[in-house]
């Protein structure tokens, strides 16, 4: 019998799939467990070595939970909808459907290729109706919620009706769009319905607002910040620009403060919840009003440092701020627009990022100061963001370097405010230890005493107050895209209406086009039934339109992030017709114990599946208030890309180790046309693009091409990926696993190096011949011996305490040392090769399986428990012992640990060696103490 792993486990995942094995158990007197992967967006590449890392270890824990008795829940699912799919329908005309479920189709082809244990029962895909029949159901509740800050929870926003019709908004403590005029009850009731909506919107947890948006023309869509980098999309690396449009937005803003306390109860790493404190960005401070001189206007400013209030000597507001145009002076009028047009082309992360240039222009006006009323020049600089606190700031330069540069750049006068302090560049750092001077009434005080003493002053004189900001903006939730979540909006009159839950799912319309329409509507604007019948409460054609009873419905759809902001609560009940998961279901499961992804969704998918959870916890629907109890962040495996040397300007090319002084330009090649010796394969090369077919190689002294490597992101379009199904076919899906785990700890990025592959499949071809050998088992039924039992409990031990702690890498180690030692010991008795099955199960379930059947038994080794590990077996039973002469150590001699002291003696005064450095003198005094010492003193 030899180890052909195809055969096995292809007949391993039949059985699996054919016995339900990895089902879970809907009701259970287990303790639950959840493990969770990031579920896939399924692209057209298909899966590459690197995405089954993470579904490696986490695969590994689930089969070891099993086995230690928990009920778990190990689901996989996609996040179907998204721009790829429907990039490609615009340029192929294929609908986004059809090429989504061909690449689901392959995704799970490979997942199954590689025997994960998931529950595929509980399937979930966020582009099928009944699923985002659900999404819609949440985005009714957030737009039927508002945030009430003295209960520090959600509430339905009819309670807030309720209140506003008995007392006004007075009193009511909410997050809410900043300056909502003030009415009492009676101001309330006499206004008209759409006027009340309107201020409703105001509150809602979704709300419909003209907000500063990323707006990517050549994508055609608004994106939110975290699919920005350095200013361009992350898909497709185009151009964003900044513009105000009517949107959906989240007011993820009011569950700011308990998305940070809550990282204090999560198991996550701590370089994780650092990225998510500074995306939440908490700021303690106050807000302060200017007034302008001339001019009934104010500029409200947000401030850490109300305590430099005297050091104010210019101040500064966005070039968007809405009072740019105000206040500006006639003489300032072109220059400001000039400036305001520039730098709406520049994105907010560049000018957050850019501190080199400095820029802005003098508006022509003046505020007044609180307190001194001296005049201050107003300014616009873009290096104030519009999106943050109030966005205008009280310039200070001698506290503030932004501010100093700004004055020193354009002259400005300043004053220093601060005592025994040395205004230069360099020394703006830790002014909180200086005391202020040149400050009036603040004169002496600390930067503690002079924060309360100026927000007092300010408070009674109604120009400020206390104020706490956070960097975390409101979410934007509309896309100006096609493969998406409809809304389940209609509009009467221009306000939103929900469609009743009872009505859901709205489904995505069909279009002609995939791309907005030719007056720049989204691409639900193609759509031609696409109006609700109010009466008929149903989907019916544009052309019945009447604002009567049939109207538009929302022409957006909700963004990537709406179908994975709470995928795991479907997984605990994927087939309920009525609800995203029973009470029952969610009280069971509850919430998810171990999650493994990428580190890239640190402040996206994190975040907003955090506030999601917050959300349906403050509505009843959760029982607990954060999602992912432990997180693991898997490294990212780096693909070894492969270079061929072009001389530049021909079709000539170099080996690596030929080149001299040829001026040469590396190409990437595609790694599967180099071997282990980075040879290049001279043929597949030029039959690979026709550009190549008549390529001329420059061969090294051994007749051979060499081509370069470096180690980069593994990509297609770097040819260094490399396809589990190639690894799986050559060495069978236990050695693909296996080798995942050995490159490294699960949390570092590591390249990919096939040259060790074969190592790890030769140990699996080594513990296969414990079990079976060329004349069929070879598994005896006599009593181990003790070296056997320590060699399989070391393991036992060492990979139960590797799991536990995901330190998935040694266990391969320890397995390798076990099999060595079991081989040399000629080890195939049963009672080590059972337990030893059990053992390595999770890591290589299908030889684990077959070996299971070799030792004759029916069923899955997946259902036995993990062996015990039981010290008594690793107690030394032998003693090197080191027999010294007046405290010199000669030899060593091994005996039994259980023999006494006179025992001992006896043997050592036979032993030859004692004798031969004796010389026949007999020793004054033996020392022993069993277990340790043997010392004869002449
Ligand atoms: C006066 C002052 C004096 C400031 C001083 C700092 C130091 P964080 O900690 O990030 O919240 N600021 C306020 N709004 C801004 C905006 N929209 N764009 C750019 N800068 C803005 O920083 C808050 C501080 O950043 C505020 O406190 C304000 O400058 C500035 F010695 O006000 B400070």
Redesign the pocket.
């Known amino acids: 019998m030899k180890y052909h792993p195809n055969e096995i486990e292809a007949k391993w995942q039949r059985y699996w799939s054919e016995n339900q094995t990895f089902k879970t158990e809907a009701v259970s007197d287990k303790p639950k467990y959840f493990v969770l992967d990031m579920f896939p967006y399924p692209s057209g590449a298909g899966l590459h070595v690197g995405h089954p890392l993470g579904y490696i270890a986490s695969d590994i824990y689930a089969r070891y939970k099993r086995h230690t008795g928990f009920n778990v829940l190990h689901p996989q699912g996609y996040d179907s909808f998204g721009l790829p799919a429907e990039q490609y329908a615009i340029q192929t005309g294929q609908h986004p459907a059809v090429t989504t479920a061909a690449n689901i189709e392959r995704y799970r082809e490979q997942l199954d290729r590689i025997g994960f244990s998931f529950d595929w029962n509980r399937e979930v895909r966020t582009s099928e109706p009944e699923y985002y029949k659900h999404t819609q159901w949440i985005f009714i509740q957030l737009f039927n919620s508002w945030y009430n800050l003295a209960a520090d929870r959600a509430e339905p926003i009819s309670d807030l009706v309720a209140i506003f019709a008995t007392q006004g908004n007075q009193g009511v403590q909410a997050v809410c769009d900043e300056g909502i005029a003030i009415f009492d009850a009676a101001q309330w009731t006499a206004f008209s319905s759409e006027e009340q909506e309107r201020i409703l919107l105001q509150y809602r947890m979704t709300y419909l607002a003209e907000t500063e948006v990323n707006w990517c023309p050549a994508l055609g869509t608004v994106l939110a910040n975290d699919e920005i980098i350095n200013g361009l999309s992350e898909r497709g690396g185009h151009p964003v620009v900044r513009k105000k449009m009517t949107q959906w937005s989240m007011r993820i803003s009011a569950y700011a403060d308990r998305l940070l306390q809550g990282l204090d109860t999560i198991d996550w790493s701590e370089s994780l919840k650092e990225s998510q404190r500074n995306w939440i960005?908490k700021?303690v401070?106050a807000s302060v009003v200017f007034k302008v001189e001339d001019s009934s206007e104010v500029i409200e400013?947000?401030?850490?440092?109300p305590d430099?209030i005297f050091?104010v000597s210019f101040m500064t507001l966005?070039p968007e701020h809405d009072l740019v145009a105000k206040i500006t002076s006639p003489a300032q009028e072109s220059a400001v627009q000039a400036y305001v047009e520039a730098t709406s082309k520049r994105s907010e992360r560049e000018r957050m990022a850019d501190v080199k240039t400095i820029s802005g222009v003098f508006t022509g006006a003046y505020a007044e100061h609180p307190f001194t009323k001296e005049p201050i020049p107003v300014w616009i600089g873009d290096?104030?963001?519009?999106g943050?606190?109030?966005?205008?700031?009280?310039?200070?330069p001698s506290?503030?370097d932004r501010?100093y540069a700004f004055a020193k750049h354009f002259g400005l006068a300043f004053k220093n405010i601060f005592k025994d302090c040395d205004i230069s560049e360099s020394a703006y750092a830790d002014?909180e230890h200086f005391t202020l001077e040149n400050s009036d009434f603040l004169n002496g005080l600390s930067y503690n005493e002079a924060t309360v003493l100026a927000i007092e002053k300010l408070e009674a004189l109604n120009q400020g107050k206390g104020k706490t900001?956070y960097?975390l903006r409101d979410a934007v939730f509309s896309r100006q895209r096609y493969w998406g979540e409809p809304f389940p909006v209609y509009y009467v009159n221009g306000l939103p209406q929900m469609i009743e839950a009872a009505h859901l799912p709205i489904l995505l319309p069909e279009v002609e086009k995939y791309l907005p329409t030719e007056d720049g509507l989204p691409p639900l604007g193609n759509a031609t039934v696409w109006a609700w019948d109010r009466a008929e409460n149903r989907v019916v054609a544009n052309s019945k339109i009447d604002h009567i009873t049939v109207f538009p419905l929302e022409l957006n759809t909700m963004p990537g992030w709406a179908g994975s902001s709470w995928y795991w609560l479907r997984y605990m009940d994927s087939d309920n017709t009525e609800e995203l998961a029973s009470a029952k279901a969610i009280q069971y499961w509850q919430n998810v114990d171990l999650y493994i992804g990428g580190n890239e969704h640190a402040t996206g998918h994190l975040l907003y599946a955090r506030f999601w959870n917050k959300f349906l916890k403050d509505i009843g629907v959760v029982p607990v208030e954060e999602p992912f109890q432990k997180l693991i962040n898997q490294g990212m495996i780096l693909g070894n890309s492969a270079f061929v040397y072009r001389i530049e300007g021909t079709n000539t090319f170099v080996s690596k180790n030929a080149i001299t002084d040829q001026k040469v330009q590396p190409l990437h090649v595609d790694v599967s046309l180099v071997n282990a010796a980075s040879e290049l394969n001279l043929e597949g090369f030029k039959a690979w693009r026709p550009d190549f077919n008549d390529a001329i190689f420059v061969l090294d002294a051994d007749g051979k091409y060499i081509v370069g490597h470096e180690v980069e992101k593994m990509s297609k379009s770097k040819f260094n990926v490399v396809n589990p199904d190639d690894i799986c076919e050559e060495y069978g899906a236990d050695t693909l696993r296996l080798y995942e785990m050995f490159l490294g700890p699960l949390e570092q990025a590591k390249p990919w190096n096939t040259a060790g592959i074969v190592g790890v499949f030769g140990f699996l071809k080594k513990i296969w011949r414990l079990y079976a050998d060329d004349n069929g088992v070879a598994v005896v039924d006599e009593a181990p011996t003790a070296e056997m039992l320590k060699s399989l409990h070391k393991t036992i031990k060492k990979v139960s305490e590797d799991i536990e702690n995901f330190s998935f890498n040694t266990s391969v180690s320890q397995f390798m040392i076990c099999v060595n030692e079991l081989s040399q010991q000629k080890c195939h008795h049963r009672a080590i090769l059972e337990p030893l099955a059990v053992v390595l199960a999770p890591y290589a379930p299908h030889i684990a399986e077959e070996f299971w059947s070799i030792l004759g038994h029916e069923g899955s080794v997946s259902k036995q428990p993990f062996p015990k590990f039981n010290p008594a077996y690793l107690v030394e039973s032998t003693k090197e012992y080191p027999v010294s002469f007046n405290g010199k150590m000669r030899f060593k001699l091994e005996l039994p640990m259980d023999l006494t002291a006179a025992q001992i003696e006896e043997i050592v005064m036979k032993d030859e060696r004692t004798k031969a450095q004796l010389n026949g003198v007999l020793p004054k005094k033996v020392i022993i103490v069993p277990g340790k010492i043997i010392n004869l003193v002449g």
Do not use: I, Q
């Open positions: 960005g700021s401070g400013v947000f401030t850490t440092r430099t050091g966005a290096y104030v963001l519009a943050y606190g109030t966005g205008a700031v009280m310039a200070v506290g503030d501010d002014k900001n960097r």
